[in-house]
């Protein structure tokens, strides 16, 4: 969970760590004093996206799956490595990880994009009572097929280019297969234009 803090809206997470979460005195005096600081800046964070009840309680959610790596002094693990840098494929300990904090965030993102705590809850219930009842509706539903279409190669890609987040590289040295590439992506873009959907971020 540290890692993805430090990963993810880097610009936000700097700014509370500069100016909230250090002045507060961060990490450097008693355990209860730092469990405070950690839980006023996740809520702060919360109310930061807007001041309802799902944001604080997306940000409490956050709050608490940071903290056993603070108390344990494990925040600081996985700084500037490279998960699998020198391998192929995860061992079962980082698969299990990364499977964990997706999992986490993405039961996190719920909460924040559902307003009503109670609806969040029967919507958690729902994913974990169908995916044991009928796990095949994945493949079934549209969102099943967009997930295999776009998605897969989308993981994929990005674990490839964990070693170099910031620059894309195209796994094809010839100039037609790059263009051919990038004609793929504007290609996929463009069919889904016509879906409306609004953005998110735009609410804030």
């Known amino acids: 969970m540290a890692e993805f803090w430090r990963r993810w809206h880097i ?10 979460y250090i002045p507060l005195g ?6 209860a004093i730092t469990i405070r600081n950690i839980f006023i800046v996740f809520l702060i964070s919360g109310l930061w996206h807007g001041a309802d009840l799902n944001f604080i309680v997306w940000g ?33 300990k980082e698969l299990s990880q990364m499977v964990f904090t997706f999992t986490f965030v993405t039961i996190a993102w ?5 307003h009503s705590f109670r609806q969040a809850i029967a919507y ?3 994913i974990i009572v ?9 493949l079934s539903i549209p969102q099943g097929i967009t997930v295999l279409i776009y998605i897969t190669p989308v993981i994929i890609a990005d674990w490839y280019l964990r070693r170099d987040e910031r620059l894309l590289k195209i796994p094809f040295k010839s100039r037609i297969f790059r263009w051919a590439f990038y004609l ?21």
């Open 11 to 20: 610009s936000l997470t700097s700014w509370f760590r500069d100016y909230l």
């Open 26 to 31: 961060g990490s450097r005096r008693s355990k």
């Open 60 to 92: 409490g959610i956050h709050a608490i799956g940071f903290l056993p790596l603070l108390l344990l002094k494990k925040n600081r693990r996985h700084i500037s490595e490279i998960v699998a840098s020198e391998k192929q494929l995860p061992n079962i």
């Open 110 to 114: 719920i909460f924040f994009k559902i």
């Open 124 to 126: 958690i219930k729902k």
């Open 130 to 138: 169908n995916s044991f009842q009928e796990p095949r509706q994945y």
């Open 184 to 204: 793929i992506i504007f290609l996929l873009a463009i069919l889904n234009i016509e879906q409306k959907r609004e953005f998110i971020y735009f609410r804030f």
